[in-house]
């Protein structure tokens, strides 16, 4: 396989979460970060928590701060070691982070943690302009009511450049544009946009991590979008969003 397996017991640098500035959990992924945090601190009240959900949290916060990089090897033995389980909920913790992209199951073998490929950004940034661009038209007639949002979203991401935390400043600007293309009303386009969250912030991460002036860039570009919102041009606003994507396309393509 090429890769190596992960060592028993909580890597000595396990994997990191942080709260968002506004508490909204849910939205920007961390309650699935907090589960990782219980487990890796095995904090009172773990056992409370169902096994699949501990290891499916715990192995997914991992590869998302690459603790487990894209070529690791990681074997269920060592997983249930690592979290406190059996095998049965690291069986079923590995068949959702393979359904999300994050690793390829091999019998027998374990699971291979999947590196991310030029197809892959590619693919992504694709689905992205073809979401966000149909939902920027759509969202126009409630743009009042999506600026308190945004703006909550921007200052999060504004904490976070302070903070020089990059994988939570990237699940900031996730959740901006979660909630456009939700505003936009189609819930199976919204979900579609959901699932591609964790691709999005594990190809950012190493870019902004190098060249963190890129959260800046970001910030005011976001801003700019929340001003065209209050204007009358429902033109420019998407214009607007093409732009950031176009941005946000050559800032991974130029990481590889």
């Known amino acids: 396989m090429g890769g190596s397996s992960v ?3 909580v890597p000595e640098n ?11 959990a849910l939205e920007l992924g961390d309650e699935t970060a907090e589960i990782a945090r219980v487990v890796v601190e095995a904090a009172p009240g773990v056992e409370k928590i169902p096994a699949a959900e501990r290891v499916y949290a715990y192995v997914k ?4 701060d690459r603790v487990y990089p ?11 070691t690592a979290v406190g389980v059996s095998r049965t909920p690291v069986r079923e913790a590995l068949l959702r982070l393979e359904e999300s992209g994050l690793v390829k199951l091999y019998p027998k073998k374990g699971a291979l943690v999947q590196p991310v490929l030029p197809q892959e950004i590619d693919d992504v940034l ?4 073809l979401l966000e661009t149909h939902a920027a038209a759509k969202v126009w007639p409630r743009r009042k009511q999506l600026v308190e949002t945004l703006t909550q979203r921007v200052d999060e991401m504004r904490e976070h450049r302070r903070s020089g935390n990059a994988k939570s400043f990237l699940e900031a600007d996730r959740a901006f544009h979660e909630a456009i293309v939700g505003a936009a009303g ?20 190493p870019g902004i991590e190098m060249q963190p002036a890129r959260m800046d860039k970001s910030i005011a570009s976001h801003q700019e979008m929340i001003d065209a ?17 176009d941005t946000a396309s050559a800032d991974l393509r130029s990481s590889r």
């Open 7 to 9: 060592t028993s017991g």
């Open 186 to 205: 189609n819930q199976i386009l919204a979900k579609l946009y959901n699932s591609l969250r964790d691709r999005q912030v594990r190809m950012g991460v």
């Open 70 to 80: 894209g070529g690791e090897l990681l074997t269920e033995g060592e997983l249930a």
């Open 126 to 129: 694709e689905a992205r302009e």
């Open 14 to 24: 396990g994997p990191t979460v942080s709260a968002s500035a506004s508490g909204s």
């Open 229 to 245: 919102l209050g204007g009358n041009s429902v033109k420019r606003f998407r214009e607007l969003v093409v732009a950031h994507i």
């Open 61 to 64: 916060a991992a590869i998302l």
